[in-house]
């Protein structure tokens, strides 16, 4: 090919062209400019919502039964959720450990008391386990 066709393309048979009438610049701008407008609007609207929404929650609310707003101050009846579990678990271990380790009473009238529970495994190393006595066959 001469210079000539490389310059002027008219003189191909297939001249390397874009479509004119595929898609308007100014229509995708438009839209583009659109959404913008939308997206702002709706974050608005939220805006606005949202601080409508707070100023509603801080409202004081009237109860429409003044008796039932004394039920619910009262607690529910037994047994109730747990409102820190593992507060409680550390409690319930504690008082576990106290009572394994430490004197006390099983059973007054019965004469029955608990002692720590390394005195008891001295004990039973020491004196060893009850057994029962042997029958014959």
């Known amino acids: ?12 048979e297939h ?7 595929d898609i308007s610049v100014s229509g995708v701008v438009a839209f583009a400019v659109a959404l913008m407008t939308v997206c702002v609007l709706i974050f ?15 409202q004081p609310v009237t109860a ?12 529910p009846p037994e047994p109730r959720l747990q409102t820190d579990p593992r507060d409680d678990l550390t409690h319930l271990r ?19 008391v608990r002692i720590p529970i390394d005195q008891a495994m001295r004990l039973v190393v020491e004196r ?5 006595p042997e029958t014959s066959r």
């Open 64 to 75: 429409d039964y003044p008796l039932a707003a004394e039920s619910l101050r009262r607690l």
């Open 15 to 21: 001249p390397v062209r874009h479509e004119q009438s």
């Open 94 to 112: 504690d008082t576990e450990d106290r009572v394994l380790e430490s004197y006390g009473w099983v059973d007054r009238d019965a004469g029955v």
């Open 128 to 132: 060893g386990l009850p057994a029962r």
């Open 44 to 58: 608005g609207a939220i805006r606005v919502l949202t601080g409508v929404f707070a100023r509603y929650r801080m």
């Open 1 to 12: 090919m001469t210079r000539e066709h490389l310059e002027n393309p008219e003189h191909l």
